[in-house]
């Protein structure tokens, strides 16, 4: 279909609708000129009269009847998705697509998934969970969550998550069975429970730091996983020591399910951000899940919610 295919339906109901060019001109803000020139041009390219004139009435045709008969309902629903669309500016509706890391996923939305939802009960919203980078406009996704420095520069970025270190976990059962370790060299004496990277296929290396001094050791195992729940599972089950960022294991340590061993030598990483294309008009579904995560978990702005 041609986009001229469309020109001139409006002027041809309106004038139905009001049975004159001059209530059909008010009606639209033009010049009756301009309706009946519409209408000529629209009546040529059909090939069809579809108004009988005289200088006292303007009714349909037979052949305009049926036109308006087929043409009225199709351009209803236009202006009704029109109208609906154009409430969803101002109001978070519809579906929002985000696309997250495994941890992103545990620290920043888990916690919070079921408040949001109550709170914006015309959201729906579908959650990929994929630790491969992905270019979010081509697949269709609204917004995703990386770690800062993964953001690429041409994305809008705000923080949304905790300030992150990396952190030594281990249960008080395998503490008690093996020592706790004084020092990170201590853990090449340890059963460490490695993590390999989706991405690259590489195992994590383990990065130490306390005030100038910094380092990262390859650490030794058994056991090697490539998810971070279920790397902290198994430290909660006594298979070793593991290496993990916080945000997530607060909890087991509260509960004493889990210990943290030198704290002292926790280097800081990039925090999560929320990120997606720059424009100017953000979609208030997205903006309300914007607001929502700084509101709950980055507490109140900082220089950390800027544009990268």
Not at 84 to 102: F, M, S, W, Y
Not at 143 to 164: H, S, T
Not at 227 to 238: H, I, K, T, W
Not at 269 to 289: Q, S
Request: proline share 6%; charged share 25%; aromatic share 8%.
């Amino acid at each position: 279909m041609r986009q001229d295919h469309l020109d001139g339906l409006i002027a041809f109901v309106t004038v139905a609708q009001e049975k004159g060019f001059s209530a059909a001109a008010v009606k639209l803000g033009v010049s009756p000129s301009a309706v009946s020139q519409t209408i000529r041009v629209l009546e040529q390219r059909l090939g069809l009269v579809l108004f009988n004139r005289t200088t006292r009435s303007v009714s349909l045709t037979e052949i305009g009847e049926r036109y308006l008969e087929r043409i009225g309902p199709a351009l209803d629903e236009l202006a009704a998705a029109s109208r609906d669309l154009g409430k969803e500016a101002d109001h978070p509706a519809g579906q929002l697509r985000i696309n997250v890391p495994r941890a992103g996923y545990l620290i920043v939305l888990q916690p919070v998934l079921r408040r949001f939802m109550d709170a914006y009960p015309d959201i729906t919203l579908e959650v990929r969970i994929e630790n491969l980078l992905v270019d979010i406009v081509a697949q269709g996704f609204d917004a995703g969550i990386r770690f800062g420095e993964l953001v690429e520069k041409d994305m809008v970025a705000v923080r949304v998550g905790p300030p992150i270190s990396a952190q030594i976990i281990a249960s008080p059962d395998y503490l008690a069975r093996h020592g706790t370790p004084a020092h990170p060299r201590d853990l090449l004496a340890h059963d460490c429970i490695g993590f390999r990277h989706v991405t690259t296929g590489q195992i994590e290396r383990w990065e130490f730091a306390n005030g100038g001094e910094k380092f990262d050791l390859v650490v030794k195992g058994r056991l090697v996983l490539n998810d971070s729940e279920a790397l902290v599972r198994a430290a909660m089950d006594g298979l070793g020591i593991a290496y993990m960022i916080n945000g997530y294991i607060e909890r087991f340590l509260e509960d004493g399910r889990l210990v943290r061993l030198l704290p002292q030598w926790s280097p800081a990483f990039p925090a999560l951000h929320l990120y997606y294309p720059d424009r100017r008009r953000v979609p208030a579904k997205l903006r309300a899940l914007i607001d929502f995560l700084r509101k709950e978990l980055a507490g109140p702005p900082s220089l950390d919610d800027l544009i990268l």
